[in-house]
Structure formats: structure tokens, C-alpha cells
């Protein structure tokens, strides 16, 4: 089998709530990308990518040229077997795990179309029926922040991401933990994101000021070693996130004893092969996993669902439904939240078809 055609979309994607984090990051309408690669057997793989601005060292603009650099490599291969291809785009294009994220999930929707199976069986089959969501609040005024968590609570979802630091005042990080723990009631699990935006003495002193409400911290600093020292100072759980990236960002993070959760994102990793190689190390260090992506629709979504089955219940912690604080949706068959879960389609490959009418005219196509 060989690929015949690439072709590429750009769709703004618009939050429902104007989505707010420390140090100015913040999505209102934001890109994400989509791939279509198409093999000479008449299947076609989809794939999407949507980074956040200032979120991590990925952007929306990087993606067409990171695409039009690997077309060549991609033109006439072979698409089945997502490594064996991608080892060939790394050796062609070093770096830029989130501009190959895209290309990664559309050859394993291909892959998995060809087999004629649902994604989750090629990653290593089903270990849950459904994966739990969280709902990640905006960083406003805690009594807005306490109104979506009660919200969201009676739609059924019992964990909680609570954005911290948008004004860089510690106090009121604590008055929005206190708040939404007071709207939830004891039992559901609650975090507070600093997203990198805090020193570890601000940390510290909120972790401290709420070590009587059960909270998990998030990535308060930018580096693993000063999240480390907020963990150890608190005794509070830690999950990390943007810091841990690759192989070798986790082993650290695992030696610095940094972690009770890592935050596995499709893009920060570089697709679905590098996170399901990074949730292998993490089953092997028996920390529970977050399993999501940057940003995104129905592509994404889907994806990090047929991954997030694969791994037994005690270690998924839970996964976003990105789709879900987004419009418009890019497919109509993509994963809906039921009971506050998401699960993944039983059609072969991720199960999505993108509606031609929201992917537009493609911004780049490269074959016949
Ligand atoms: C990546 N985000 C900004 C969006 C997801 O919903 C979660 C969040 C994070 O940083 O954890
Ligand atoms: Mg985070």
C-alpha cells in the first residue's frame, strides 16, 4: 500500500467560556489543523494537531511548513506501521513532536482502518469500558469558578481542574480552591493548575493554606525540580504536565520523586506512538495518567480516547473532553460526553468522519 495524497485543513476552533491561565495564556478562537493522508487502496487516515499560544514550545503556524517538509518522506510510503514511518519522518525532520503529532494519529487511523479495527485494539485492547472526564475551570473570580464546578458537578463530573494565577495574587488562588471544594463537597477529586505560573514559594504557601481541603497541585513552576520542592514541601500530590515531555523528562521526574500523576498529551509527546511509549513508563512506575491533548476537536479527541481505554482503570486518572469546550465540531460522529464519560467508537480506525463543510477549502495538498 502507498500514500497517494496529503492534504491539509485550518479550522478556527472557538472556546465555549473564554479560557483563562496564568501569565497571560489564554484560548479564545484558536487553529487547529487536520490531515488527511490517502492511500492508493481508497482508506484515508485523519489526524489534527491544535497548540494553545505561549502554552508550550509548539505553534499553529509551524504545522503547514513542518507538513510540506516531511510530504516527500510520506509520498509513496508505505502508511502501515505508524513506527516504522515516523522513524523515517525523525530522521527527516528532527523534532517538532507536535507538528508530527497530526501525521502519527492520521497513520494510525489508516493502520487500524486497514486491520479493519477499532484504534484501541492495535494499542493493545480494552482495560475500561469508558474513560471518566474532568472539566477544567477557567482562572476568573472564585465565586464564578465555584458556579462551573456546581454546574459541571451536577452533570456528573467528580474531578475537578482549577486554573490558578491568572493574577498572580496567592490569596486569591486560595480563596478559588476553598470555593470550589466548598461547591463539589468532600470526595471528588480537585487541582489546582498553576500551568507553570507560580514560584515555588507561591506554591508552597498555597498548597499550605489549603492542606485541609484535599487538593492535588499542578505544575506550579516551569522546571521538575522546583515542582518537586513545592510536592515535598506541602506533602500535597503533584501532577505534572508541561514538564514532562518525552522519555527522559518523565525518568526525571520519576527520580526526583516529583510525580503522583503525569499529564500524557498526544502533541507534547508527538502523536499516539510516543504517548502510548510514555504510558508504558508509566504503567511501569505505577503513576496514574492523565489522558488528553493541548487543545483540539473530534480528531484529537477521539484519539487520546482509543488510547486512554488501553490502560486499567486504577491508572487512568481521567481525560479531557476537549471536543466538548469547543465549536464547531469537525466531525458529527466524534466521541460525546455520556455520564460523564467518553468512549470510543467500535468502527475501524479512530471512527471519525470530518464533515467537508466545517474542514473548508484545505489550506495545502501535496500529491495528484
Ligand atoms: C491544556 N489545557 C490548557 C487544556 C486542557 O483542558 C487542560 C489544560 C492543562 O494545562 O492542563
Ligand atoms: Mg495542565
Known amino acids: 500500500m502507498k500514500i497517494l495524497k496529503l ?59 513542518a507538513v510540506a517538509d516531511l510530504a516527500p518522506v510520506l509520498l509513496g510510503a508505505d502508511p502501515v506501521g505508524p513506527e516504522a514511518l515516523m522513524a523515517r519522518c525523525h530522521a527527516h525532520l528532527q523534532g517538532h513532536p507536535y507538528a508530527k503529532s497530526l501525521v502519527d494519529i492520521a497513520l494510525w487511523d489508516l493502520t487500524a482502518k486497514v486491520a479493519g479495527l477499532p484504534l484501541y485494539r492495535l494499542l493493545g ?51 478559588r480552591l476553598r470555593a470550589v471544594r466548598e461547591a463539589i463537597g468532600p470526595g471528588p477529586l480537585l487541582y489546582g493548575d498553576w500551568n507553570c505560573g507560580a514560584t515555588s514559594l507561591t506554591g508552597i504557601r498555597v498548597g499550605r493554606a489549603v492542606a485541609d481541603c484535599d487538593v492535588m497541585l499542578e505544575q506550579p513552576c516551569e522546571s521538575i525540580e522546583a515542582c518537586a520542592k513545592v510536592r515535598h514541601a506541602t506533602g500535597l500530590p503533584m501532577k505534572l504536565d508541561e514538564s514532562v515531555h ?71 486518572l481521567n481525560v479531557a473532553d476537549l471536543s466538548g469546550y469547543v465549536h464547531p465540531h469537525v466531525a458529527p460522529d466524534g466521541p460525546r460526553r455520556e455520564a460523564a464519560q467518553l468512549k470510543p467508537a467500535e468502527r475501524p480506525g479512530l471512527g471519525v468522519t470530518p464533515d467537508p463543510d466545517v474542514l473548508g477549502n484545505p489550506v495545502a495538498t501535496y500529491g495528484p
Open 246 to 316: 518525552d522519555q527522559e523528562s518523565l525518568l526525571t521526574a520519576h527520580r526526583l520523586d516529583a510525580m503522583d500523576v503525569a499529564c500524557v498529551k498526544l502533541s507534547k509527546f508527538g502523536g499516539v506512538s510516543a504517548a502510548r511509549a510514555a504510558r508504558d513508563l508509566c504503567l511501569h512506575f505505577k503513576v496514574a495518567m492523565v489522558l488528553e491533548d493541548t487543545w483540539g476537536s473530534d480528531i484529537t479527541t477521539a484519539a487520546l480516547t482509543h488510547l486512554a481505554i488501553t490502560i486499567a482503570p486504577r491508572y487512568l
Open 125 to 175: 485492547g480494552r482495560q475500561m469500558a469508558a474513560a471518566p472526564l474532568y472539566h477544567s475551570i477557567t482562572c476568573i473570580a472564585p465565586e464564578e469558578m465555584a458556579r462551573i464546578a456546581r454546574e459541571a458537578h451536577a452533570q456528573g463530573i467528580r474531578q475537578f481542574q482549577a486554573k490558578l494565577g491568572a493574577d498572580d495574587d496567592w490569596q486569591a488562588d486560595v480563596a
Open 7 to 65: 492534504t491539509l485543513y485550518r479550522v478556527p476552533l472557538t472556546s465555549h467560556v473564554p479560557y483563562v491561565m496564568a501569565d497571560g495564556k489564554a484560548c479564545e478562537t484558536v487553529d487547529t489543523y487536520i490531515l488527511s493522508i490517502e492511500s492508493d487502496a481508497g482508506l484515508t487516515g485523519w489526524g489534527e494537531v491544535c497548540p494553545i499560544p505561549h502554552y508550550l514550545p509548539a505553534y499553529a503556524g509551524g504545522v503547514p511548513a
